[in-house]
């Protein structure tokens, strides 16, 4: 198991421990670790579907997508707070919320190994065709099937959580967060693909930022903007770039005809990304 920090059984928060290639708990729950060392800790009664979370599809678009680089200005800005912040002395355990097929936990992985820090990171996903994915790029990082709403670590056993263009779920974050942990949110700013959705879009809606929407129990310490430029080359680089949006399920049937016929594309990156802090729960003793 390349993480450390022990995982909880889904079915009773017992704690897991190896066993040959399976994870088993005390009341015998048994999890087994894939051949590409991933574990699915998502059990049938926790899903929604059968087949939840990115489509097969929509993960294959988006690594072809990421593996341009071109995102690449959003893993800097994420590699350079974290390594400021911790001290190389003590292990960095991260938790990456959503992580898809594991693009930016890879790229933070790389930079750690660079400057001789030592991590224990984990990525969770709900699609388990992402964690095949993920768990196939890189196996020094524990990949796991299982949902942000009950994330199978313990209470206080994390020193950062990163949510991508993910679903956070604040209190949970915050449970398995330590004192003064670390909480990242990413999401889209106004401009995000501005001239992507001009196209599939006759009206574009006033923009609203819902990133933070139901925060609770963590403060914000810094924000940043980043805006930057790219261009895709080709009908399937946008393609690919149209599969991984929301975009694809939302846009009406004569915008995304008019994405076809566009040879090369221009866009805008608009990205926010907010660090909060756990806030210090303060017992009445105190
Ligand atoms: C827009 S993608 C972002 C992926 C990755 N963070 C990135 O930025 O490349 C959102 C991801 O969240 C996953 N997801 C959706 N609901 C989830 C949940 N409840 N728990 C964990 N992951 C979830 C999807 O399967 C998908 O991989």
Redesign the pocket.
């Known amino acids: 198991m390349p993480t450390s920090n022990t995982l909880l059984c889904p079915l009773d928060k017992q704690p897991l421990t190896l066993e040959s290639r399976s994870l088993k708990c005390a009341s015998g729950h048994g999890f087994d670790l894939a051949k590409s060392g991933y574990v699915n800790l998502l059990p049938v009664q926790n899903k929604r579907s059968k087949d939840?979370?990115?489509s097969k599809e929509?993960?294959a678009s988006?690594k072809s997508f990421?593996e341009l680089g071109h995102?690449q200005p959003i893993a800097d800005c994420i590699v350079s707070y974290v390594l400021d912040r911790f001290s190389p002395a003590k292990s960095l355990r991260l938790f990456?919320?959503?992580?898809?097929?594991?693009?930016?936990l890879n790229y933070l992985e790389s930079a750690c190994i660079e400057k001789n820090y030592d991590t224990d990171l984990i990525g969770?996903?709900?699609?388990k065709?992402?964690i095949m994915a993920a768990s196939k790029s890189n196996k020094s990082i524990q990949w796991v099937v299982?949902?942000?709403?009950d994330i199978p670590l313990g209470n206080g056993s994390l020193e950062v959580v990163?949510?991508?263009?993910?679903?956070p779920?604040f209190t949970e974050f915050s449970r398995v967060l330590s004192q003064n942990g670390i909480l990242l949110l990413?999401d889209a700013g106004a401009e995000h693909l501005i001239e992507l959705r001009k196209i599939l879009y006759s009206n574009i809606h006033d923009y609203e930022d819902g990133l933070a929407t139901g925060i609770n129990g963590f403060s914000l310490i810094d924000e940043q903007n980043l805006k930057f430029t790219f261009g895709l080359q080709s009908p399937q680089e946008i393609q690919n770039l149209l599969s991984?949006?929301?975009h694809i399920h939302k846009a009406p049937y004569s915008g995304k005809e008019a994405l076809k016929k566009i040879e090369k594309l221009d866009l805008t990156a608009d990205v926010k990304l907010r660090w909060y802090v756990k806030n210090t729960v303060i017992s009445e003793s105190d």
């Open positions: 939840p979370g990115d929509m993960v988006r990421l995102y990456d919320a959503g992580c898809g097929e594991g693009y930016y969770l996903d709900i699609s065709w992402a299982g949902s942000n709403a990163t949510c991508l263009f993910g679903f779920m990413v991984m949006t929301p």
